[in-house]
């Protein structure tokens, strides 16, 4: 339904309350017909009558985010009047024919343009996201608003992938004709991506469409989709860099199909994967997410034979204080290090670092790798992390956060504005905590916000510090271990100087390993010790060959 998404795009809870309209009120607006004609729109759990979408097979988070998309009170809505410069959202009345589809390019550079600014608690999803949630009804309509969102979105706006995530995960699913006839139109292999090479913008944003496709669809669907001119195309979309990243995380969201992930596996694609991995700490920005996508698909879903894993060779001597890979929501990726993270679901991804302090001055620094939605700041044990439902760090009253694309400061899902320019790739964030004085303040590559204090009516002590992400973001954190890039000129404490980590606390594991922990500790051997085995100690076979086996599970 549309306000799924676009909850989890808003990322923060202030608009939660709003945005979940009730039945009555989609129904009014008619952007779906009554949920009683069977027709699934969006996310909806009842697949189109013609879809070949087997039944069971949308992700679970997707159900998730409809149960819980019309259960607010009104109590809980705000409160604020509509702003009087923008016009009231309203449907298509009895007698008023349809929006030309010829409209739908401007209607698609609408909703890019007036995204950012959407962040009060009263404001309602673009009346040109609804419009185009409203020509996708019909496979032809759905047809051209994939096409548009090729065509048009640019590719130098930071939120224009988010916005192609966006707009079509609250499209209606696609039929069986639609993904056949889009599949005849883009008509896609290898030579066709030499031949867009040339023109990086609809590179990139098909290479977007398709993965976003595949996050939105399963089973015979995605098998479908991935046809072997498809494969073709996203493996030879290794020019531009922008283009190699939405390739790779395409391939990425195609594997969440065991089939499909079998078919990538056996295109050799971890030789290529092999030579981007080494642009994980390139010092360009762009070539350091692909860096960082290669690198986790090849510690997750592409294992190449003979490869240590990146955490069995990374050096952690040094580190005390990381992101902690326990106390994170379910799609969000920590590197081997534990101190940079990126999120490419479609939901509002969290996470808290491992050292919780109560009293003292500290100081930590963010480096923006992506200059898009990030809510980033200090939060404590009682934040909630409900990434489906866009709950993040400043979206309750136990947490604060700095927002340097849309230039808010979160606390209690209410935000306002702060006087920093937007962040670029690239950009120091300094965060100084103050429990003596109960203030926080911001800084921007040095320069300092006026102190926020709001937070400590609720919470005096067990801060951690913490961030939100919204898709296609990413962003590395400085505990101390390295020297700040812009210290504070007051007295502070570091993470990495007073925190501990014991050696099996510091790996970050792929993500099928929670298996492998929990049998080591079934035989009660330790993690630091278990790393140091070459057999494994419940069926003495060679670990190597374990690891292949698991490897081939989804």
């Known amino acids: ?165 966006l707009l079509l995960d609250e499209c209606p699913l696609p039929t069986k004709d639609a993904l056949q006839k889009l599949s005849d139109m883009l008509n896609l292999s290898a030579a066709v991506a030499r031949q867009d090479a040339l023109i990086p913008a609809k590179h990139r944003n098909t290479t977007a469409v398709l993965g976003c496709l595949a996050e939105k669809l399963a089973g015979p669907a995605s098998i479908a989709l991935l046809s072997p001119g498809t494969l073709e195309y996203l493996l030879e979309s290794l020019a531009h860099p922008t283009v190699m990243l939405f390739a790779l995380i395409a391939l990425e969201k195609f594997s969440q199909t065991s089939e499909n992930k079998l078919t990538v596996s056996e295109s050799c694609i971890s030789k290529r994967l092999s030579v981007l991995e080494c642009w994980a700490d390139h010092p360009d920005y762009l070539k350091r997410q692909v860096g960082f996508c290669a690198q986790w698909s090849l510690d997750n879903l592409f294992i190449k034979e003979g490869r240590q894993f990146t955490y069995e060779k990374v050096n952690l001597n040094n580190i005390n204080a990381m992101l902690n890979s326990n106390d994170v929501s379910e799609y969000l990726k920590i590197s081997p290090t534990g101190l940079e993270a990126r999120c490419d679901a479609s939901s509002f991804e969290s996470v808290r670092c491992t050292f919780c302090v109560d009293s003292g001055v500290w100081y930590y620094e963010v480096t923006v790798i992506t200059s898009g939605v990030m809510q980033i700041g200090w939060a404590t044990k009682d934040s909630k992390f409900l990434n489906h439902e866009g709950y993040g760090i400043g979206d309750d009253e136990y947490s604060c956060a700095y927002d340097g694309c849309r230039q808010l400061i979160w606390y209690n899902a209410r935000s306002k504005p702060h006087s920093h320019p937007c962040w670029k790739e690239g950009d120091a964030i300094g965060f100084l905590l103050d429990l003596s004085k109960k203030q926080m303040i911001f800084y921007l590559n040095g320069h300092q916000l006026p102190p926020e204090k709001q937070v400590f009516s609720s919470a005096t002590s067990g801060f951690f510090a913490a961030a939100s992400f919204m898709s296609y973001q990413q962003c590395e954190f400085n505990f101390g271990a390295k020297p700040f890039r812009h210290p504070p000129s007051i007295k502070f404490n570091t993470f990495n100087e007073f925190a501990s980590l014991a050696s099996d606390e510091k790996i970050i594991l792929p993500r099928f390993a929670p298996f492998i922990r929990f049998l080591y500790h079934l035989n009660g051997i330790c993690m630091e010790c278990a790393l140091q085995l070459e057999t494994c100690p419940l069926c003495r076979q060679d670990i190597k060959t374990r690891v292949r086996l698991i490897s081939h599970v989804s």
């Open 1 to 165: 339904m549309i306000v799924a998404t676009w909850i989890a795009f808003c990322a923060s809870r202030s608009l939660v309350r709003v945005l979940r309209l009730t039945v009555e009120q989609l129904q009014s607006v008619q952007f779906w017909p009554s949920l009683s004609s069977g027709r699934a729109m969006g996310n909806s759990c009842v697949c189109r009558e013609d879809s070949d979408v087997e039944e069971g097979s949308a992700p679970r988070r997707q159900l998730r985010r409809v149960e819980n998309s019309v259960s607010d009170p009104p109590e809980a809505r705000g409160s604020r009047p509509r702003d009087p410069v923008r016009p009231p959202r309203r449907g298509r009345g009895p007698h008023e024919p349809r929006r030309k589809k010829q409209n739908v390019d401007s209607l698609v550079l609408d909703t890019l343009a007036v995204i950012r600014t959407l962040v009060d608690n009263d404001q309602e999803p673009p009346y040109s996201m609804i419009t185009l949630h409203e020509m996708a009804e019909t496979d032809d309509g759905w047809l051209e608003v994939v096409q548009s969102l090729i065509r048009v979105i640019p590719l130098d706006d930071p939120l224009g992938p988010a916005v192609i995530t």
